[in-house]
């Protein structure tokens, strides 16, 4: 289900939708996927809740704003369901503990920080649904302190990959670069020849 709530008369449009959707009888609305194009947080939180949760599995949010709060979205009973996320321009304010439960993240974070590439890290070491998660970032404090924490990366590519415990076929890799950071769940076997597993 797409939204384009782009332009200042769409606010007024998401609010009336809501109004009218939530006292209909197909309230809530039936749909796997849910995508909005928007310009402020309002029609996000007007809309969303207009969604089945227990039937949404993948989000999409394109704003045309940088640096957007997400802390109210993130809370919200669709975010907790699905299991896909995708979100452009640089948002803030979406803690960790609030993306763990996806299998997919493909996001631009206006700040990624140590702490919580480390939150994630433990996070992939532990819940084998968590598949992928690539996240851009205009600021971030980890690179100094990565080597320190982890060792070399291999070859000065900024790759290192960890062993799960209880799993001998796969291992997470991350990657950091000048501007993303990347975790991926991949099989022992495609660890490039002479990289350390952690």
Known sequence: MDFDTSDSESENFSKDLFERISKSKSFPLKAKSFRIFYNSKS?????LPLIDSGKLEELEFHGLKK???????????????????????????????????FNLIK???????????????????????MMNYEISFRKSDAEEHL????G????????????IPDDLEN???FGFGSNFIVFERILRNIVP?????L
């Open 67 to 101: 640096g957007l709060d997400f802390s109210e979205i993130s809370k919200m009973d669709q975010w907790k369901s699905a299991k896909t996320l995708q979100i452009s321009n640089f948002v803030k304010n979406v803690p960790v503990e609030s993306l763990i439960h």
């Open 43 to 47: 029609p996000i939180l007007n809309i």
């Open 107 to 129: 996001m631009d974070l206006f700040e990624v920080s140590l702490e919580m590439i480390l939150s994630l890290k433990e996070a992939f070491l532990r819940s084998p649904h």
């Open 147 to 150: 080597v320190e924490l982890f």
């Open 152 to 163: 070399e990366d291999f070859e000065l590519e900024s790759f290192w990959y960890f062993g």
């Open 171 to 173: 291992v997470i890799s």
């Open 193 to 197: 020849i002479g990289a350390r597993t």
